[in-house]
Structures are given as C-alpha cells and as structure tokens.
C-alpha cells in the first residue's frame, strides 16, 4: 500500500492495471469506472461522518475501493444498514441522473458506460455476500432481529 493522505491509500498493484489499461486503449472506462466507485465510497463516508463511526481509511485496489472502519464492527444494527445502502443509493442517484442527462443531450456511448457501470455496481454490490454491501445488510439484519452469534 502506498501512502496518498492521512486517510487515502492505493494498492501498488493497480499501477501495472493502469499501464495495461493505456496500452490497451481503456484507460478511459476504467477510469470512469473508478470515479463511479470513489462517489459510491463517498456516499459510504458521508453517512459514517453523519452517524458518527470513525473511519480507518479509503483504499483504492485493482478490483475497486473499499471503506475501513475504524472499529471493525457497527455495533448498531440500523446504523450499519444505513452506512452499508447509502454506496448502492449513490449509484441509484448516478443512474438517474446519467438518464437524465441522456434525454437531454442524447445517450451516446459515454452516457450508456457510465450507467451501466452504475447498474452493475449496484447489483453486485447488493448481493447478500459479505463484505458487500447487501452482506452488510443481511448481517445487520439477522442480527437485528436475532441477535449476535
């Protein structure tokens, strides 16, 4: 891990991806895909701030960027569901807004990337498999209705 801020770390693995990806002429989608992802992690960020659980850091890995803790478990149920569904809204609100922009100005390639980057991020993101976000949920769930195990 490289050392950006305080908080910002990258994987030195996705410096080789990123070469691969210039040279392959997709360096654009993935980084389009990346900054998909940064609002999704920002969304996970802001609920964090707005209930009050610390954050460890944001690290940016070649399958994506994930949002640590600081404490490795949300003792509050609701507050982990929260925090969990707020990434998954944020690609609601990016698709959304990617189709409005569409009938505006013509859905060209860019806009079709952009929302299907939105619509897949969302659905794999929502799968009741830890450490996704639906996992997250699921847990916070079971929890909340059964208790710890």
């Given at each position: 891990?490289?050392?950006?801020?305080?908080?910002?770390?990258?994987?030195i693995l996705c410096?080789?991806?990123?070469?691969?990806?210039?040279?392959?002429?997709?360096?654009?989608?993935?980084?389009?895909?990346?900054?998909?992802?940064?609002?999704?992690?920002?969304?996970?960020?802001?609920?964090?701030?707005?209930?009050?659980?610390?954050?460890?850091?944001?690290?940016?890995?070649?399958?994506?960027?994930?949002?640590?803790?600081a404490d490795g478990?949300?003792?509050?149920?609701?507050?982990?569901?929260?925090?969990?569904?707020?990434?998954?809204?944020?690609?609601?609100?990016?698709?959304?807004?990617?189709?409005?922009?569409?009938?505006?100005?013509?859905?060209?390639?860019?806009?079709?990337?952009?929302?299907?980057?939105?619509?897949?991020?969302?659905?794999?993101?929502?799968?009741?498999?830890?450490?996704?976000?639906?996992?997250?949920?699921?847990?916070?769930?079971?929890?909340?209705?059964?208790?710890?195990?």
């Open positions: 891990m490289i050392r950006i801020t305080r908080f910002f770390y990258i994987s410096f080789p991806l990123f070469i691969v990806s210039y040279f392959t002429n997709s360096l654009q989608t993935m980084l389009l895909a990346y900054s998909v992802a940064l609002v999704h992690e920002l969304f996970h960020l802001f609920a964090s701030l707005l209930l009050c659980v610390r954050i460890k850091s944001i690290i940016i890995m070649p399958f994506g960027m994930t949002l640590r803790l478990i949300i003792q509050s149920p609701q507050k982990e569901i929260t925090i969990a569904l707020s990434g998954p809204f944020a690609n609601l609100m990016m698709l959304a807004i990617g189709k409005i922009i569409g009938i505006f100005t013509g859905e060209n390639a860019s806009i079709f990337l952009f929302n299907y980057i939105n619509i897949i991020m969302f659905f794999i993101n929502m799968l009741p498999c830890m450490p996704l976000d639906g996992g997250r949920v699921l847990r916070a769930f079971l929890i909340d209705k059964i208790g710890y195990v």
